[in-house]
C-alpha cells in the first residue's frame, strides 16, 4: 500500500470454485476482480479490457497482443489446427520458436559484425519463416527487411534495423506468453 493506487499491483482471482459466495469472499478480500475455471477466452479479454492502461502501456509492460508483435488469430488458428491437444502442442511449439529465436538473433548480429551479408540473409529468411509460424508478425517483419536488404546489398542500412532485433525480440517473447498463458 505504499504505491500509490495509479501503481498499484492488479490482483485478479483464479479458483476453480464457481460459486458466487468465493467470488465475493475474494472482493473482500481486496482482489481487483476473479474468474473461476474454466477460464473462458470472452471472460479473460473482458477481464483484461478493464485494465487501465500505463503511460499507453498496458499493466504487464506491453505484453499483450494488441500491441502488435504478436497475430492472436495466427495462435488461435495454430489451437484449431492442433486439435484435441492444442494447448500443450502450441506451447510447446512456442517455446521452441522462444529459445531457438534468440539464437537466431545472435547469428544475424555477429554476420553483421563479420560483414557476412550471405549469412546475415541466411539467418534472418529462417528468423523470418520460424517468426510467422507462431504470428511474431513484427519480427517477422524485421527479419524480412534485413533479408531483403542484405538480398539488394543494402549494408549501409542495416545496422539500424538489427539493433532493433532484441528488443523486438523481447516484446514478441512477452506477448506470446501473455497469449499461450491465457490458453
Known amino acids: 500500500r505504499a504505491l500509490p493506487p495509479s501503481r498499484q499491483p492488479r490482483i485478479y482471482g483464479l479458483s476453480a470454485s464457481a460459486l458466487l459466495e468465493e467470488r465475493e469472499k475474494g472482493l473482500a478480500a481486496g482482489m481487483d476482480d476473479y474468474l473461476s475455471k474454466p477460464v473462458r477466452r470472452d471472460e479473460l ?35 484449431e489446427f492442433m486439435g484435441d491437444d492444442a494447448g500443450a502442442t502450441v506451447a510447446a511449439l512456442v517455446d521452441a520458436y522462444l529459445e531457438d ?68 525480440l523481447e516484446r514478441t517473447r512477452r506477448a506470446l506468453t501473455v497469449l499461450v498463458a491465457a490458453g
Open 101 to 168: 529465436a534468440p539464437r537466431l538473433v545472435g547469428e544475424v548480429v555477429s554476420a553483421l559484425e563479420r560483414g557476412d551479408t550471405e549469412g546475415l540473409v541466411r539467418h534472418a529468411h529462417t528468423l523470418r519463416g520460424s517468426s510467422g509460424a507462431v504470428g511474431a508478425v513484427a519480427l517477422a517483419e524485421l527479419a524480412g527487411a534485413l533479408e531483403t536488404m542484405g538480398r539488394q546489398s543494402q549494408v549501409d542500412g542495416l545496422a539500424p534495423l538489427v539493433q532493433r532485433l532484441e528488443p523486438e
Open 45 to 79: 479479454d473482458q477481464l483484461l479490457a478493464g485494465v487501465p492502461r500505463r503511460n499507453g502501456a498496458d499493466d504487464n509492460g506491453g505484453a499483450l497482443a494488441d500491441d502488435g508483435a504478436v497475430d492472436p488469430a495466427r495462435i488461435r488458428e495454430l489451437r
